[in-house]
């Protein structure tokens, strides 16, 4: 059974950072797509970022405009991990955060890849 576990969530105030982290287990996903993705109260759910494979060395990252420069993901194969740092909070990221696998993409727009399994979620708060 594969198993996608956030952590990382909190109350912070604006312009603080947080981390998150999501651990995968019962399958790995070296060289798949891995995001991040959130959902506010009365919102449908957004892209947020992901990390795919370029089909050489590299990973590529996606970002959402609204987070670009403030956003960073990043990932740990050996742990079968991604993880968002976000850095320069704002009331508006306040939302529900959802980490996503999905399998090999070979697109160039991480919002279209398929993610097949999903987590639970991580609360982030961003109080004013």
């Known amino acids: 059974q594969v198993q996608l576990v956030e952590s990382g969530g909190g109350l912070v105030q604006a312009g603080g950072s947080l981390r998150l982290s999501c651990v995968a287990s019962g399958r790995t996903f070296r060289n798949k797509v891995m995001g991040w993705f959130r959902q506010a109260p009365g919102k449908e759910r957004e892209f947020v970022a992901a990390?795919?494979?370029?089909?050489?060395?590299?990973?590529?990252?996606d970002y959402a405009d609204s987070v670009k420069g403030r956003f960073t993901i990043s990932r740990d194969n050996a742990k079968n991990a991604v993880y968002l740092q976000m850095n320069s909070l704002k009331p508006e990221d306040t939302a529900v955060y959802y980490c996503?696998?999905?399998?090999?993409?070979?697109?160039?727009?991480?919002?279209?890849?398929?993610?097949?399994?999903w987590g639970q979620g991580t609360q982030v708060t961003v109080s004013s």
């Open positions: 990390t795919r494979w370029s089909g050489g060395r590299a990973y590529y990252a």
């Open positions: 996503a696998g999905g399998a090999d993409y070979s697109g160039t727009d991480s919002r279209t890849a398929p993610y097949d399994y």
